[in-house]
């Protein structure tokens, strides 16, 4: 059985996730102690739980201490059977979290699975369904993979009630991600979007993000509509010949709309002046892919980020690979070597 230190690194549900995850992948059994420990309310939460259990539901899994709060978990594996899955992490609890455990744990199916999952689409301290839908996505059809979100209802926090429809089809084999160097800006893109609010918040996110990038134009498109949930946020990517970037803002009470505008444009112009070719975000997202791909891989990250560390400590426990960080001018070149046998 494989140990887990759920503790290390950035010691977040991330490696949890993915141990459990891979676990099923790989079929080898493993405990994750000191699940969360850091953090200010230790141990599983919902989306935790629930993403644990639509893996173990995809296998058939023999779990112990799968409840919320918990510390400690032992997963066993059965065999992965793709299909359609309905999963309900409650609340606003993420949905893309959840959908990074199974889309992985699925990886090396021969057929096509369907996602049916409800929650939030667009909360704190995750990744947005946008950005499966603009940045993951994209990158892993490079790979050979066909990975679209073919429904969707956003979920704010607190209520939630969004809902993302996801098909994917993993290609056998992953082909390997070569993105040494991004060369020239061929656009910037992305999205405003509302949920029970007047019109011209989203109107005012757009013109704050196209101020951002006065000399550039910029393919902004304004989404509104109404739903259980109230929100607001904008999405943006940054598309190269070799290279694609992305960034993020979600809306707060109280929070100007301009201003989340704008954080939206800074975050992504933080990105842009580094010579990374993937974002801080998607490159910890990427690595067990890479890390199951025909040949080695490389990408280059702004900066090795505790998540990306403690992913790449993972994929060589479970996929035997070889994972190195390459420091750059402007950036790290992520370099990862498959196991000739996985």
């Known amino acids: 059985m494989i140990e887990v230190d759920g503790s290390r690194g950035e010691g977040g549900g991330q490696i949890l996730r993915t ?16 699940i969360r420990a850091g953090r200010p309310n230790p141990g599983l939460q919902p989306q935790h739980v629930c993403a644990v259990d639509g893996v173990g539901r995809l296998c058939a899994a023999r779990v112990e201490g799968n409840q919320t709060g918990s510390g400690q978990l032992v997963f066993r594996p059965g065999e992965v059977v793709p ?29 096509e699975s369907l996602f049916e999952v409800e929650g939030g689409t667009n909360v704190r301290w995750s990744p947005p369904i946008d950005f499966y839908d603009m940045t993951l996505f994209p990158l892993l059809a490079r790979m050979g993979a066909r990975c679209e979100v073919e429904e969707m209802r956003r979920g704010f926090y607190p209520e939630g009630g969004g809902r993302a429809l996801v098909r994917w089809k993993p290609p056998g084999r992953f082909a390997p991600l070569r993105m040494e160097g991004r060369c020239g800006l061929k656009r910037i893109a992305g999205r405003t979007f509302t949920q029970n609010l007047p019109e011209h918040v989203g109107q005012r996110m757009g013109a704050a993000v196209r101020k951002a990038f006065l000399n550039q134009d910029v393919a902004l498109r304004s989404e509104g509509g109404s739903g259980p949930s109230t929100g607001a946020g904008a999405f943006l990517v940054a598309e190269y010949e070799g290279g694609l970037l992305s960034a993020d803002s979600l809306g707060e009470r109280g929070v100007p709309a301009e201003r989340v505008g704008e954080a939206a444009a800074a975050a992504l112009k933080e990105e842009m002046s580094s010579s990374a070719t993937v974002d801080v975000h998607v490159a910890d997202q990427l690595l067990p892919y890479m890390a199951l791909a025909d040949g080695e891989s490389r990408v280059v990250v702004r900066e090795v980020t505790g ?36």
Request: glycine letters at 8%.
């Open 19 to 34: 141990a459990v995850a891979l676990s099923a992948l790989t079929g080898q059994e493993v405990r994750v102690s000191g």
């Open 83 to 111: 299909g359609r899955h309905r999963l309900r992490v409650g609340t606003a609890g993420s949905v893309t979290l959840v959908l990074q455990a199974c889309l992985l744990a699925t990886a090396r199916c021969s057929e």
């Open 307 to 342: 998540h990306l560390e403690a992913q790449a400590e993972l994929v060589r426990t479970f996929l035997m690979a070889e994972v190195a960080f390459q420091p750059l001018d402007r950036g790290s070149e992520v370099r990862v070597r498959p196991h000739p046998y996985m």
